[in-house]
């Protein structure tokens, strides 16, 4: 259907031309009212605890409009911000600063938000499992239409790890994938058939399809909805012959003694589908 599969410097790059092209269109009208024949200094300042995320994007906005615009960043990319300080200081012409807010700023406290709750889930299980190598936060397909790429990337920030990018990136054999197949050894004997380079994971939904899983080879296992009592089980009829990740509305509540169980991933889609801005606030101090 396309002929490529695109990178995360592409996907950053289409967010900064739509987000502009959305909101400016064919001219700022209100920005035409203030004189535009000096620069101005602005101050962007945050107003709760949060990872700052998306510095890529909120560059790219004012530096279209102004390519000599200068931005001085206070906080690192993933640093934890304090409630009410100065995240950055901009000088830039004014027009140009007026028109880029707000598309830079949606940005900002959109994939700030993903970084920190993400952050916040990682901090939750520290230690917790009985892993040598712990056990990992993920993200899910269960993204903003268009920020795909931006929100795993903020994911990263935040601590976490990526679930497969998108359908090219990876197998991910479903329920309903089984059920259209005939069956969990059918749809895993024609995935392993397609020799896509890929790596294949299987979705279970019991210990016994858990099982066929592990007797036709499979070495990814996502396991759906499972208790606390079946993860463990799992864990132990599995041996670490697979990965084995648990899902299905996992709460910040109940992370840590799923972590606690021995599986290997955890994959959470609220951290990129309930998404709630950071709040920012961008104040211009004068020429």
């Known amino acids: 259907m396309f002929d490529h599969n695109e990178t995360l410097l592409q ?14 269109g064919t001219g700022d009208w209100t920005a035409m009212l203030v004189p535009n024949d000096s620069r101005v200094k602005a101050i962007l300042t945050v107003r709760q605890n949060a990872v700052l995320c998306g510095q890529a994007w909120f560059e790219g906005c004012l530096f279209a409009l102004d390519p000599q615009a200068s931005i001085q960043w206070h ?7 304090i409630a009410n300080s ?11 600063l007026l028109s880029a807010e707000r598309p830079a700023l949606n940005f900002l406290q959109t994939l700030s938000w993903t970084a920190t709750t993400t952050r916040e889930h990682v901090k939750a299980i520290e230690e917790a499992s009985p892993n040598e190598t712990g056990c990992a936060v993920l993200d899910t397909r269960k993204t903003i239409p268009g920020l795909r790429q931006a929100q795993k990337y903020a994911v990263t920030v935040g601590g976490g790890q990526n ?3 998108a359908l090219w990136h990876g197998i991910l054999i479903k329920e309903n994938h089984i059920a259209a197949a005939g069956g969990v050894e059918a749809a895993f004997k024609a995935a392993v058939a397609l020799q ?24 990814s296992v996502l396991i759906d909805n ?17 990965l084995l990740e648990a899902s299905g509305g996992v709460s910040l509540e109940q992370l840590r003694a799923i972590a606690a169980t021995g599986v290997d991933r955890i994959s959470i889609g609220k951290l990129t589908k309930d998404v709630i801005a950071v709040d920012y606030s961008l104040r211009i101090l004068g020429k």
């Open 226 to 242: 499972f208790t606390l009592e079946q993860m463990r089980e799992a864990v132990d009829i599995t041996a670490g012959s697979a």
């Open 11 to 24: 996907a950053r790059e289409r967010n900064i031309k739509d987000a502009l092209f959305e909101d400016i």
């Open 163 to 165: 679930q497969r990018l």
């Open 75 to 81: 906080y690192a990319e993933g640093a934890e911000m």
């Open 196 to 219: 896509s380079g890929v790596d294949i994971q299987i979705e279970v939904e019991s210990i016994k399809e858990l099982q066929e899983a592990l007797a036709v080879g499979a070495k």
């Open 86 to 96: 100065s995240v950055c200081e901009i000088t830039a012409h004014p027009r140009a």
